[in-house]
C-alpha cells in the first residue's frame, strides 16, 4: 500500500515539475514560436514576416483560436506591430475574420507590447510604441 502511495506521490511531483518546466519554457519562446507550436495550420510558404513583442503572446494566441475557429482553412500572411497596435493580415477578406482581427488591434493598445501588463500603458513616442511605464523608461527598449 505505502509503495503505490510513494508512487502516486512521486507520479504527481514529475507532473507538477513538467508543467512549470513547460510554463517557463513558453514563456522564453517568441510569439512565433508558441503560434508555431500551438497552431501550424496558420502559417504557409509565403508568409511575410510574422513577429511582435512577447507581451501581446496572450493575446496572439487568443485571436489565432478565434480565427481558425471562424475559419479553420485560414493563414496568416503577415502579423506585426505598427503604429503601436497589433496588424495582422489574413490571405483572405471576410468580415468575421476582418472583425476578429480589429478587435485584436483595439485590445493591443492597452498592453505593453513587452511585459504584456495592461498597467500604465500609453501609445506614444516619435516611434509610435505601445508600452507601460516602466518598460518606457528602459533605455534598450528597441
Ligand atoms: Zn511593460
Given at each position: 500500500?505505502?509503495?503505490?502511495?510513494?508512487?502516486?506521490?512521486?507520479?504527481?511531483?514529475?507532473?507538477?515539475?513538467?508543467?512549470?518546466?513547460?510554463?517557463?519554457?513558453?514563456?522564453?519562446?517568441?510569439?512565433?514560436?508558441?503560434?508555431?507550436?500551438?497552431?501550424?495550420?496558420?502559417?504557409?510558404?509565403?508568409?511575410?514576416?510574422?513577429?511582435?513583442?512577447?507581451?501581446?503572446?496572450?493575446?496572439?494566441?487568443?485571436?489565432?483560436?478565434?480565427?481558425?475557429?471562424?475559419?479553420?482553412?485560414?493563414?496568416?500572411?503577415?502579423?506585426?506591430?505598427?503604429?503601436?497596435?497589433?496588424?495582422?493580415?489574413?490571405?483572405?477578406?471576410?468580415?468575421?475574420?476582418?472583425?476578429?482581427?480589429?478587435?485584436?488591434?483595439?485590445?493591443?493598445?492597452?498592453?505593453c507590447?513587452?511585459c504584456?501588463t495592461r498597467r500604465?500603458?500609453?501609445?506614444?513616442?516619435?516611434?509610435?510604441?505601445?508600452?507601460c511605464?516602466?518598460?518606457?523608461?528602459?533605455?534598450?527598449?528597441?
Open positions: 500500500m505505502n509503495v503505490i502511495l510513494v508512487f502516486v506521490f512521486l507520479w504527481m511531483l514529475m507532473v507538477v515539475v513538467a508543467s512549470i518546466f513547460r510554463y517557463i519554457d513558453r514563456r522564453k519562446m517568441s510569439v512565433y514560436e508558441v503560434v508555431k507550436e500551438d497552431y501550424p495550420s496558420l502559417f504557409h510558404n509565403n508568409m511575410i514576416s510574422f513577429g511582435c513583442g512577447k507581451g501581446w503572446k496572450k493575446l496572439v494566441l487568443k485571436t489565432c483560436k478565434r480565427l481558425l475557429k471562424a475559419n479553420p482553412k485560414i493563414k496568416i500572411d503577415q502579423l506585426k506591430e505598427k503604429f503601436g497596435g497589433l496588424r495582422i493580415y489574413l490571405n483572405v477578406y471576410e468580415p468575421e475574420t476582418e472583425k476578429i482581427v480589429d478587435e485584436a488591434e483595439n485590445e493591443s493598445f492597452k498592453i507590447e513587452i504584456g500604465n500603458v500609453t501609445v506614444e513616442g516619435s516611434w509610435v510604441k505601445t508600452f511605464k516602466r518598460c518606457r523608461a528602459r533605455p534598450d527598449w528597441w
